[in-house]
């Protein structure tokens, strides 16, 4: 009988929620789902630029999104927030940033809640350039991208050029 009850008061709160045009995770039936601040920026390789200047400064981990390293780039026209992925993948290719270095980004800009940010996906800094996004713009610093050999991504850095 007490079984009986909790089957019946279960079906009761199904059909209200089913009535109330929400979810079970409180979320309005049709309502597209919210993007986290943690997923990744969309990346869109038509709007790619190259852009140079000199690095204002360097910060191996933002505190506002998108995550990772970041620099604040004095061009011609202004500076711009420029997102470099995880530090970690700077560092594992022993590629290093400092104030005052002159660098030359290919990428993409992206809007956020904050602004806009540049996406990186090659780096150049004197001789050493570094692939950062593959060319459909997903970031290389993901698990995936740690089985590139070094010949492989020596191999997407010399195909990094403008478009």
Do not use: W
């Not at 979320?27 to 200047?53: C, D, F, H, V, W």
């Amino acid at each position: 009988m007490r079984r009986m009850n909790l089957v019946r008061i279960a079906g009761y709160l199904s059909v209200l929620l089913l009535f109330s045009g929400y979810t079970a995770s409180g979320q309005k039936l049709g309502e597209r789902p919210r993007q986290s601040a943690t997923r990744s920026l969309a990346y869109n390789a038509t709007q790619e630029t190259m852009i140079e200047g000199t690095v204002l400064s360097y910060s191996a981990e933002s505190a506002t999104p998108p995550m990772g390293a970041h620099i604040v780039l004095q061009t011609a026209s202004g500076s711009t927030d420029v997102h470099l992925g995880a530090a970690s993948y700077l560092e594992a290719n022993h590629f290093s940033l400092a104030k005052g270095d002159s660098v030359r980004v290919v990428g993409a800009s992206s809007a956020t809640r904050q602004g806009s940010v540049f996406l990186v996906r090659v780096i150049q800094k004197g001789g050493q350039s570094l692939a950062l996004r593959t060319a459909k713009g997903a970031p290389l610093s993901r698990a995936g991208a740690r089985a590139l050999s070094p010949a492989q991504r020596s191999q997407l850095a010399i195909q990094a050029g403008p478009r």
